[in-house]
């Protein structure tokens, strides 16, 4: 078997303008077939240059001026795979601007070209030439994706990593070329494979096939993660009500059942409250101002529980609390502050004045959520029964609904 060092160059060329083809039709087919992102047509566009900038280099022998368009094509593919980044993580902010990747482009196929044209003849200046604006162009790609990496969630992966280290190393295995072409410059070469070394193409391509295989996993990571994203919300409208931003019934009972569990038996308090005459409230001043009216009733509840207290919505104008290791009576403090609230603001902003009535009863030990929820329910029936704006205790160790005296609530 040959060395590496004597394999022949235009068969080698040739093998590797087939795999930069296989390549860049994968990843074509990846973008009609599947669901991708801003920047994986820039990735897709670099492969495509990339191979007809090798095709280029097999028919340079036959067209002679094919050879710098191939140089110009192949210096392309850091800066083009790095524009494809810019539009993957368009909300990031890179250590340079866009225009800095076309002068870096520009200056690398401008060298080349200012070195072709005055010296033709002189192969190890133009090895030289093109390996450090080559180089040049790795480099760059490498450290703007390193600062990428550094700005937070889903840019932190082993992917993008992946890809920073290949442009990394891509730079340092042009190297020994550089230097091998820097030793010749200006004499004439026996041995072209001494300064182009095939090593080095085989390095480099196979460095492209796992770039484009770490594109295919960010964008795999990308849908990934969206898919997370849709769970998260999908379980936001399961769990929570979205026009108050509290939990559903269903929601606030697995809460405050968990809640039960943690607090002494018979040491918790449930107040169930409704605004009074809702459908009327509607009906008067318009479905958009009775969404407003819950929005602010949920939101002075919420401001006046303590953290470790539960709200949820149970449907309509029906709204319910816990208030874990909290006697009646100081439950019976917190509606009357949450009624003076309310009637404050609402008077402040002069909006349509809102009544609430409250239904409060102490969670006896081993009463279920639903229990706790029903009795309350029977005391607010009757706080309604009493003429709204009312709140009713509901005391009754056998489960049977027992109402003290109503009590007034609000500023009047």
């Known amino acids: 078997m040959l060395p590496l060092f004597d394999l022949h160059l235009p068969t080698l060329t040739l093998v590797v303008c087939v795999v930069l083809f296989t390549a860049a039709s994968t990843m074509t087919l990846v973008g009609r077939t599947q669901r991708t992102y801003l920047g994986y047509g820039w990735w ?19 067209h002679p001026w094919l050879l710098p368009v191939s140089v110009l094509l192949t210096l392309q593919w850091p800066l083009t795979m790095l524009g494809g980044l810019r539009q993957f993580y368009i909300r990031s902010d890179f250590r340079t601007a866009a225009w800095v990747d076309l002068v870096v482009l520009a200056a690398g196929a401008g060298a ?54 290949f442009m990394l190393a891509a730079a340092i295995i042009q190297l020994p070329r550089l230097v091998s072409a820097l030793g010749v410059w200006g004499t004439p070469v026996l041995n072209p494979t001494q ?14 096939m796992f770039s484009v295989y770490m594109c295919l996993l960010l964008t795999y990571e990308r849908t990934e993660q969206d898919l997370r994203e849709s769970h998260h919300q999908l379980r936001l409208m399961a769990d929570f009500d979205l026009l108050t931003l509290v939990p559903h019934r269903r929601h606030f009972q697995e809460l405050a059942t968990q809640a039960l569990s943690l607090s002494t038996p018979g040491s918790a308090t449930l107040m169930r409250f409704d605004i009074d005459h809702f459908r009327l409230f509607t ?5 958009a101002a009775g969404d407003e009216a819950l929005k602010f ?11 470790r207290d539960l709200m949820g919505r149970l449907g309509g104008e029906a709204f319910v609390a816990l208030l ?20 404050k603001v609402r008077s402040g902003q002069q909006r349509p004045a809102l009544s609430l009535s409250f239904g409060v009863v102490q969670i006896q030990p081993g009463e ?9 329910d029977e ?27 109503s009590r007034p609530l609000g500023l009047d």
């Open 368 to 376: 279920s959520i639903d229990e706790a929820i029903h009795r309350a």
């Open 112 to 165: 080349y070209m200012a070195m072709w044209m005055h010296s033709p003849n002189d192969l190890g200046a133009r090895v030289a030439t093109f390996s450090l604006a080559s180089v040049t162009g790795y480099l760059y790609a490498a450290w703007l994706v390193h600062g990428v990496r550094h700005q937070g969630p889903g840019r932190s992966g082993p992917y993008l990593k992946a890809v920073g280290l």
């Open 324 to 343: 874990p290791d909290t006697g009646v009576a100081d439950a019976l403090h917190v509606a009357d502050r949450m009624v003076r609230h309310v009637d």
């Open 379 to 405: 005391a607010l029936a009757e706080a309604r029964r009493q003429g709204r704006n009312q709140l009713v205790r509901a005391d009754d160790l056998e489960g049977r609904p027992v109402f003290s005296a």
């Open 297 to 307: 009733v949920a939101s002075s509840a919420r401001s006046l529980l303590r953290s």
């Open 195 to 208: 300064i182009q070394q095939p090593v080095v193409l085989v390095g480099l391509v196979a460095g492209v």
């Open 44 to 62: 897709t566009t670099a492969q495509w240059l990339n191979t007809a900038g090798a095709i280029c280099l097999v028919l340079k022998d036959h």
């Open 283 to 287: 009906v008067d001043h318009g479905h």
